[in-house]
């Protein structure tokens, strides 16, 4: 099974030269190089031509690698998306997507550059139409040639479009949450939860990851290191729960079991469906372990 941690996906300036040189010491699963939010509109150029700079440079020590651009009606947003897939990067992120449209004319425009393959598109759901439109924008990873393998929630745009106010358990939030989540799994999409602001708050900002979790979502997009290691350990498969997964699938290996839909195991009724997701609880453990080795 094919599986990539996404625990930890950290937001980095574009025109940050600092915060760029550090990116390799991250324990970060994921970096965004950000061209669009955290860039000043005077440095627009200077960052894309940065951040190409330092994604061609490479040494990232596998993490994964995504520059978010700005978006297609922007002066900088065409520039931006051919810059970006000249540099192959592991991702482009498409801000403010409201719909498949804007995924698949990404994608013809990555095609028709030549981008490799493996450059995958994520999608920011962070606008009305992009809740209203999960569905359908997720659908579209059907067609390889979309690229699309990851939806991003922004819960910051979402609340200034939506004048919904961001209080803590996002009680006005869990709804729209919910719906991308759905979305996303019903189409084999990752989807990453949005940023919590205050850096200072960790308490506050373990109790969004685990909420987040709990909801489904691989992992959570940061605006600061500090917050890494509570949103790994968080979003990482427990040493328990690790144990109970290899349990699961030595069972249903068992000569006894074969061709069983269901079988007894510790005293509970275990199905096939829980076989499953032992086997992903397995890969994703695997893949951090690997993760880690390469990034050390």
């Not at 939806?151 to 200034?160: C, E, F, I, S, Y």
């Not at 869990?174 to 084999?188: F, I, Y």
């Amino acid at each position: 099974m094919l599986a990539r941690p996404r625990r930890s996906v950290l937001y980095m300036p574009g025109s940050n030269a600092k915060a760029l040189a550090k990116a390799s010491t991250l324990p970060a699963d994921a970096l965004i190089l950000d061209l669009e939010d955290s860039v000043a509109l005077d440095q627009k150029i200077a960052a894309r031509e940065q951040v190409v700079r330092a994604v061609r440079a490479g040494g990232f020590g596998g993490r994964e690698v995504v520059i978010r651009i700005n978006g297609p009606h922007t002066p900088w947003g065409e520039d931006d998306l051919a810059a970006a897939a000249a540099a192959k990067p592991d991702a482009i992120l498409l801000p403010k997507v409201d719909g498949p449209g804007a995924i698949m004319v990404a994608a013809r425009a990555l095609r028709e550059a030549e981008a490799p393959e493996e450059t995958r598109i994520w999608a920011m759901m962070e606008t009305p139409n992009a809740i209203l439109n999960a569905g359908s924008i997720a659908s579209v990873a059907a067609d390889p040639s979309s690229r699309l393998s990851v939806m991003v929630v922004g819960l910051n745009d979402l609340a200034r479009e939506t004048r919904a106010r961001l209080t803590p358990g996002r009680p006005t939030m869990t709804a729209w949450l919910a719906s991308c989540v759905v979305a996303a799994r019903a189409h084999g999409v990752d989807i990453l939860d949005g940023v919590y602001n205050d850096i200072k708050d960790l308490d506050g900002f373990r109790l969004e990851c685990l909420q987040g979790r709990d909801m489904g979502l691989d992992g959570k997009t940061l605006i600061h290191p500090s917050q890494i290691d509570i949103c790994n350990e968080v979003f990482a498969p427990t040493p328990a729960e690790v144990e109970s997964a290899a349990a699961i699938i030595e069972a249903f290996a068992l000569p006894e079991n074969a061709g069983k839909g269901v079988i007894q195991l510790n005293g509970r009724m275990v199905e096939l469906l829980h076989a499953d997701m032992a086997q992903r609880t397995l890969a994703i453990a695997e893949a951090i372990v690997e993760r880690s080795k390469a990034a050390a």
